[in-house]
């Protein structure tokens, strides 16, 4: 017997900054200044991440290109494994990413990429916390409650035996 299974999953959008809450917008901020240090030669696209801690602790970080184009990595990553090396412990609560080329901040917010998604859901998985996700753009701001609404039915440790602690 063949059954239709609906998923949906609801985002706040925001048109300003200053419409955020304290910590929101200074975690926005925070990605926004990262941007800056983005290594991107090769494409441009700066893109700055900022992960908030439970502590309230943030660590930024941004996306390093590479010559060797597969061995680059994104801001969202970069950020999370700053956070998981150097504050064991300390789970992420919130991420925020903007990004910007030669023009400016994007107008419309970018979004995690898959490998980013995965990443962050385990993060979730694991801490069993959800990771609030804050997209900035220059147009609009989005905030979604949880990484898991944005990879539903995604692969997870308990997909090949294995069980989180
Ligand atoms: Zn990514």
């Given at each position: 017997m063949i059954k239709t299974k609906n998923l949906s999953f609801s985002y706040l959008e925001y048109e300003e900054i200053e419409e955020l809450n304290d910590d929101d917008r200074e975690l926005l901020i925070s990605a926004m200044?990262?941007?800056?240090n983005a290594y991107a030669p090769y494409s441009e696209f700066m893109v700055g991440a900022a992960v908030r801690l439970e502590s309230g602790t943030i660590v930024n970080g941004t996306n390093i290109e590479n010559g060797a184009?597969?061995?680059?990595?994104?801001?969202?990553?970069?950020?999370?494994?700053?956070?998981?090396?150097?504050?064991?412990?300390?789970?992420?609560?919130?991420?925020?990413?903007?990004?910007?080329?030669?023009?400016?901040?994007?107008?419309?917010?970018?979004?995690?990429?898959?490998?980013?998604?995965?990443?962050?859901?385990?993060?979730?998985?694991?801490?069993?916390?959800?990771?609030?996700?804050?997209?900035?753009?220059?147009?609009?701001i989005r905030i979604i409650n949880t990484a898991s609404d944005l990879l539903p039915l995604c692969f997870k440790m308990e997909s090949h035996g294995f069980t989180h602690r």
């Open positions: 200044k990262s941007a800056a184009f597969p061995s680059g990595i994104c801001a969202e990553r970069s950020a999370l494994a700053g956070a998981a090396s150097n504050h064991p412990g300390d789970v992420p609560v919130a991420l925020a990413v903007a990004a910007k080329n030669s023009n400016g901040f994007t107008g419309d917010p970018v979004s995690p990429c898959g490998n980013c998604r995965q990443v962050i859901s385990e993060e979730e998985n694991r801490n069993h916390k959800p990771v609030r996700i804050i997209l900035g753009g220059k147009r609009n």
